[in-house]
Antibody
Framework: VQLVESGGGLVQPGASLRLSCAAS????????MHWVRQAPGKGLVWVSRIRSDGSSTTYADSVRGRFIISRDNAKNTLYLQMNSLRAEDTAVYFC????????WGQGTLVTVSS | FELTQPPSVSVSPGQTASIACSGD??????ACWYQQKPGQSPILVIYENNKRPSGIPERFSGSNSGNTATLTISGTQAMDEADYYCQAWDTGTLVFGGGTKLTVL
C-alpha cells in the first residue's frame, strides 16, 4: 500500500487549494478513504471521508461547507478541494485508507497566512 | 463525543506501559490505536479494540470496556517512545483522542 499526498503550499486567507492523494498497491475502488489533518505540534483531527464509489461523503463541522472530498477511481486518486481557507486550517494533511485508517500517506503541509 | 487521554506517560525500559482513553460508553464502540513518531505518519497498532495488524509486535495489546479503552505495551523498548492516539467512530464521524506522549526512560 502506498499513499502519496501532494498539492500543499502557502496560501493567503480566503484562498483555495486542492490536495491530491495518489494510491497504489491495493484496489482503491474497494475502500472508503479519509483526510486527517494535524496542526503543527498538535494532535490528529479527522476532516472528511468518502465512500468507495464516491456516493457518500461526511465532513467535520469545522470544514463542512468549505471543503469538498472527491475521488477518481479510474485514476486511483483522492482529492480534497479546500475553499475559503483560514489560518486555523494550517496543518499537515494526511490521506488514510479504510475505516481503520490502516495506512497513511506522508502528508502535505498547508499553510494559510498573509 | 470526545475521547480523553493523559498528555504523558512515562515507563522504564522492560516495564509495562498502559495508556488510557476515556469516552462516554466507549466500550460499546470499536477502538483503534495509532503510534506516531516525530516527523512520521501515524501507524495503526491496534484495531477493533484488541487486534494487531500484520507486523505489529505482540507486546502491543488493547482492551475496551465501560468508558475506557487501554493500550498496553509489555516489555517496553526505547523504540516505542512516541505519541499514541486512540480513535473511535461516532455517528459517522471519526474521533481521535488528544494523544499521549510515551517517554521511555
Amino acid at each position: 500500500v502506498q499513499l502519496v499526498e501532494s498539492g500543499g503550499g502557502l496560501v493567503q486567507p480566503g484562498a483555495s487549494l486542492r490536495l491530491s492523494c495518489a494510491a497504489s498497491g491495493f484496489t482503491f475502488s474497494d475502500y472508503w478513504m479519509h483526510w486527517v489533518r494535524q496542526a503543527p505540534g498538535k494532535g490528529l483531527v479527522w476532516v472528511s471521508r468518502i465512500r468507495s464509489d464516491g456516493s457518500s461523503t461526511t465532513y467535520a463541522d469545522s470544514v463542512r461547507g468549505r471543503f469538498i472530498i472527491s475521488r477518481d477511481n479510474a485514476k486511483n486518486t483522492l482529492y480534497l478541494q479546500m475553499n475559503s481557507l483560514r489560518a486555523e486550517d494550517t496543518a499537515v494533511y494526511f490521506c488514510a485508507k479504510d475505516d481503520y485508517a490502516s495506512s497513511w500517506g506522508q502528508g502535505t503541509l498547508v499553510t494559510v497566512s498573509s | 463525543f470526545e475521547l480523553t487521554q493523559p498528555p504523558s506517560v512515562s515507563v522504564s525500559p522492560g516495564q509495562t506501559a498502559s495508556i488510557a482513553c476515556s469516552g462516554d460508553k466507549l466500550g460499546d464502540k470499536n477502538a483503534c490505536w495509532y503510534q506516531q513518531k516525530p516527523g512520521q505518519s501515524p501507524i495503526l497498532v491496534i484495531y477493533e479494540n484488541n487486534k494487531r495488524p500484520s507486523g505489529i509486535p505482540e507486546r502491543f495489546s488493547g482492551s475496551n470496556s465501560g468508558n475506557t479503552a487501554t493500550l498496553t505495551i509489555s516489555g517496553t523498548q526505547a523504540m516505542d517512545e512516541a505519541d499514541y492516539y486512540c480513535q473511535a467512530w461516532d455517528t459517522g464521524t471519526l474521533v481521535f483522542g488528544g494523544g499521549t506522549k510515551l517517554t521511555v526512560l
